[in-house]
């Protein structure tokens, strides 16, 4: 229930906000990179969650890690850059200093680290040996598998591994970011008469982390050991002569945050090019090692990385649990995973073939993944098909290597359409896929563009021309999402399909702004950045302002992936205090403190984390009965709103507008599964269902309804 603001006795009339009240305080912003990681230590509970099937467990502790890896290698690398240059502030509204979030940083990752293997070890592992599936540590080799893994290193590992002994002539190796190393301790003269004992063993990342023991020599179906147990049993192997007095596995992350000034750059391609293979090289921000790590060595792997005592993790286990997630392909027990769907299709495209022709009849709303992303890869193919076809205009962000709408791209180029395609080569690890589509594109004839300098293209565009009699018409396709069709089983989405005439002049007048010169115009429906986006959600949240202090009805629902803009934060605080019910389903960083008292106590926060990435952006407004409701491509971010292209297009047809109302936000809020409730200290509660209340998932709830199955 919404909690009225403070009244005028005398008047009636709503009293003004309290003075004391200063909205630009830091204490009212949490800070960013702490609530990302607050982020992982939710997808980590999914993995301790035994409602969870035990494979798709390991999946989340996986994930979980792939996470921390890409925090290290660009939030925190990007705090040591501060810090390194003497900046005292990261300019951030929780007005932290770079080198206390660092502190911050480091004990809160340190504790969630050990939780990770804490889980892994007692509860993930146990239960996988109990369903039969086993990780066999050295320590319970029997003499035949002892006998099974030394020939596998001879043949299989050996061959591939070069050590590198440290003496004045060979120096610590350049070791790749987030590769698997052995630093190896020796004793005794070599052939040469050296005495060097350190040397370091690079693991080449085409080997298997992880490796399938036959029944015959295991004894079960699903038995494996990891190659760093492999590799440690034998290292002796290739010291010939010499003492082995200890091996230790570790790795290190890097600083992976490409850099290019794309004002002095003729090509941006080329310069990407050439910076990505640095990606692998940059500055260390964090060492890993096995628990049983002496100080000596962790000591001397410290200084030759350039790193303090806080960027140390020991941990008890492979040093990279990405790997693991092998296991999921390995073994085949489809009872310890996630049930089977099949995606469905809305009736209109299961009655009528021809794509143009259902869009001629109206609009329609997909919902991925629970509905199929194959009807935008149909489009695209029709498209490329028809010789009514034109041109065809498409935004790619990230996309399947092997994608069918890439093959339908060159499709049409080399059926003599036009075919115009801006790719983003500054999709942060996506660069090299990227470079590579816009590679091939290029030789198949495509216009490829690659965006608007200091400006990341971001918005996920289609468009389609089509001549019909005398007049061309154009076809649409928006979405929240990428054009990936891989993601698309795995992410929420919505994709939006529209032959609309004023939406498709919109849409028109971006691709001109994007691929031309001149000045912005004025769009009729949609709304995008840097221009029109920011400015309007202000006003939209200011006009349930005045609605509310003016006794009207006024509501706001929002779901993003993230929450950390300023101006907006501040705005929705101000609909609080005016007694705005707001609703905030923000799946990642949300640096918003709900309910401070007189600040924030009409705000709430969840975040849901289920099965599929909650990735669809929505935003919802009570507009004085209007219920507007748009889709878009930007979280409320500075970098979203302000640096990027993005767009945010309305969802006007009645029905089509309650179903997202419904599926983004009325399910959600009843959720007691799936959903997360930040408080106002930062930290996230559970919202678990009371005893013999109804399960309420929305995951699940819109896998019944509309999936095939």
Not at 394 to 420: C, F, M, N, P, W
Not at 643 to 653: D, H, M, S, Y
Request: hydrophobic share 40%; aromatic share 6%; charged share 25%.
């Amino acid at each position: 229930m919404r909690k009225q603001p403070p009244h005028d006795e005398a008047t009636g009339e709503p009293a003004a906000p309290v003075a004391s009240l200063d909205l630009d305080d830091p204490s009212l912003f949490i800070n960013r990179e702490l609530s990302q990681l607050e982020f992982n230590a939710r997808v980590l509970e999914q993995a301790r969650d035994p409602t969870v099937p035990l494979l798709e467990r390991l999946r989340f502790l996986t994930i979980c890690g792939t996470n921390l890896d890409e925090f290290f290698e660009v939030r925190v690398s990007g705090l040591k850059q501060q810090v390194a240059f003497g900046i005292s502030s990261t300019g951030k509204p929780d007005g932290m200093a770079p080198d206390d979030v660092l502190a911050a940083l480091s004990d809160r990752a340190h504790r969630l680290v050990d939780e990770q293997y804490r889980v892994l070890n007692e509860e993930i592992l146990p239960a996988l040996e109990d369903e039969g599936v086993r990780l066999f540590g050295r320590a319970s080799w029997s003499a035949k598998l002892e006998k099974w893994v030394k020939r596998f290193f001879k043949a299989q590992v050996q061959p591939v591994l070069t050590p590198i002994g440290l003496d004045p002539a060979h120096p610590f190796p350049r070791v790749l970011n987030k590769a698997l190393n052995f630093v190896v301790s020796l004793s005794g003269p070599d052939a040469f008469g050296r005495s060097a004992d350190i040397a370091v063993v690079q693991v080449p990342r085409s080997l298997p982390r992880v490796i399938r023991l036959p029944a015959s020599v295991a004894g079960g179906r699903n038995d494996f050991v990891t190659l760093s147990s492999v590799i440690h049993a034998h290292l002796a192997e290739i010291f010939p002569g010499m003492e082995v007095t200890g091996c230790h596995q570790f790795r290190i992350t890097r600083n992976s945050d490409l850099w290019v000034d794309e004002e002095e750059v003729e090509n941006l391609l080329i310069a990407l090019k050439g910076e990505l293979p640095s990606r692998n090289y940059g500055a260390a921000v964090r060492l890993e090692v096995g628990r049983d790590c002496p100080d000596k060595i962790i000591e001397f792997l410290l200084r030759s990385m350039d790193l303090g005592i806080d960027d140390l993790y020991r941990v008890d286990g492979p040093v990279n649990l990405h790997r693991l997630v092998s296991l999921l392909d390995e073994v085949a027990r489809p009872d310890l995973k996630y049930d089977a769907f099949a995606p469905s299709l809305p009736r209109r495209l299961t009655k009528e073939r021809d794509l143009f022709e259902v869009l001629r009849g109206g609009d329609v709303l997909l919902h991925h993944p629970y509905q199929s992303f194959l009807p935008v890869v149909e489009l695209l193919r029709q498209a490329a098909e028809d010789p009514a076809v034109l041109a065809i205009k498409q935004t790619l962000y990230r996309t399947d290597t092997d994608s069918a709408i890439i093959e339908h791209l060159i499709d049409a180029a080399r059926r003599g359409k036009e075919v115009t395609v801006l790719v983003e080569l500054r999709a942060r690890f996506d660069e090299a896929r990227n470079i590579g589509l816009a590679t091939q594109l290029e030789e198949a004839g495509v216009n490829v563009l690659y965006g608007i300098v200091g400006f990341k293209a971001h918005a996920k565009l289609l468009m389609i021309v089509r001549r019909e009699g005398r007049r061309l018409r154009r076809y649409v396709h928006m979405g929240t999402g990428n054009y990936h069709t891989t993601t698309a089983r795995a992410y929420t989405d919505f994709g939006f399909l529209t032959a609309d005439r004023e939406i498709a002049e919109d849409v028109d007048r971006v691709w001109t702004l994007l691929t031309g010169l001149g000045k912005v115009r004025k769009l009729k429906h949609l709304l995008h950045s840097p221009f029109t986006l920011h400015k309007t959600l202000l006003r939209l949240i200011q006009d349930e302002i005045t609605a509310a202090q003016a006794g009207r009805p006024a509501r706001i629902l929002v779901k993003l992936n993230a929450l950390s803009e300023k101006r907006i934060i501040q705005a929705l605080y101000r609909a609080s205090q005016a007694g705005v019910e707001v609703d905030l389903i923000v799946r990642g960083i949300c640096c918003l403190r709900p309910g401070v008292a007189g600040v924030s106590e009409n705000i709430r926060v969840r975040s849901v984390i289920g099965r599929f990435l909650e990735h669809a952006r929505v935003y919802h407004f009570h507009a004085g009965g209007a219920e507007l409701t748009f889709c878009g491509s930007a979280d409320w971010m500075s970098r979203n709103l302000l640096r990027r292209v993005e767009t945010c297009f309305p969802i006007t047809e009645p029905r089509l507008a309650a179903r997202v109302k419904r599926e983004s936000f009325d399910l959600a809020l009843e959720d007691n599964c799936q959903s997360w409730l930040l408080t106002s200290d930062g930290s996230y509660e559970c919202a678990r269902s009371r005893a013999g209340a109804r399960r309420r998932s929305v995951q699940e709830t819109l896998l019944d309804e509309l999936s095939g199955d």
